[in-house]
């Protein structure tokens, strides 16, 4: 297929998210409102804004980890109310690290990341092994598959956690501030690996408040503020406008940040699931 005709095909193909006026929330309060935009095969979107301007309520919504509060909401063409194929979507949480508590080889918890895709009673098969092994290759930690993963560095973790959510064989991986609390270094390593999986086709949403670290990857910028979207385009675009007017005009915490983000860290990590592996 020629690059031409696969551009057509990826836009002749539904959007693998669409939201159309959506809110999201928790309980009865709204933290995402009313905000409209879709993503597309192939595109590396990075989804920034100050704190409690409801980027991770945003993404905590398509994984039905916040409440849809209004407006429509559309995963790979379904709506979200039937949608069921889950493990299209990879996802990997804000947190910095793994719990020291865990005792489990890095192989191990890469190998989680294939339980959604058989029943609870099918042992692993030679594909799954085969995938996990790949998906280590893909974050650079195929020589560590043996070791404790309590033992390897925060942003080891990271790259352990992209490889599970990568197991999974997702159409679309959704990582919430992959760089948070990872030193320069680190993040250099994990741009690398973005910029490989983008090298294979990978689209991905990217929560993050480093764009800097990923200015090699990112295709498409959305700014979010108070719960609306108030830029969307091209990384020029941004680096010519927005950005600078997001400088000179400063942004606040309001009380309301630290709610969001408490609320969300009650929120615990899904495994999606999946009856049929096809």
């Given amino acids: 297929m020629s690059m031409s005709s696969a551009h057509d095909t990826a836009h ?38 100050p704190n409690g301007s409801g980027k991770s309520t945003l993404v905590k919504g398509l994984l039905g980890l916040s409440e849809h509060l209004g407006g429509e909401v559309l995963l790979f063409g379904t709506p979200i109310e039937r949608f069921r194929d889950k493990p299209r979507i990879g996802y990997v949480p804000q947190r910095h690290s793994l719990s020291q508590t865990v005792r489990a080889t890095v192989r191990e918890v ?55 959510a990568l197991a999974a064989g997702p159409d679309l991986l959704i990582m919430d501030e992959p760089t948070a609390g990872v030193d320069a270094a680190n993040q250099r390593v994990l741009a690398d690996v973005l910029a490989g999986l983008v090298d294979t086709g990978t689209s991905m949403l990217v929560v993050t408040h480093e764009l800097d670290a990923f200015r090699d990857v990112v295709t498409r910028i ?57």
Avoid: K
């Fill in 222 to 278: 959305v700014c979010m503020d108070r719960g609306h979207v108030d830029f969307d385009g091209d990384p020029a675009a941004y680096a010519t406008g927005h950005r600078s007017h997001e400088r000179g005009s400063g942004h606040h915490h309001s009380p309301d940040d630290t709610r969001e983000a408490g609320l969300a860290a009650v929120v615990s990590d899904p495994l999606p699931t999946r009856e049929e592996n096809r």
């Fill in 12 to 49: 002749a193909a539904p959007p693998l998210v669409e939201l159309r006026s959506a809110s999201f929330g928790y309980g009865d309060r709204v933290v995402v409102d009313r905000v409209s935009l879709e993503q597309r095969a192939g595109e590396v979107v990075a989804l920034l804004g």
């Fill in 110 to 164: 890469v190998a989680t990341g294939r339980l959604a895709l058989r029943p609870w009673w099918r042992p692993a098969a030679a594909v799954d092994a085969t995938t996990v092994e790949r998906a280590l290759e893909a974050v650079g930690l195929a020589d560590r598959a043996g070791e404790d993963v309590a033992a390897l560095s925060g942003g080891q973790q990271r790259r352990v956690l992209i490889a599970r």
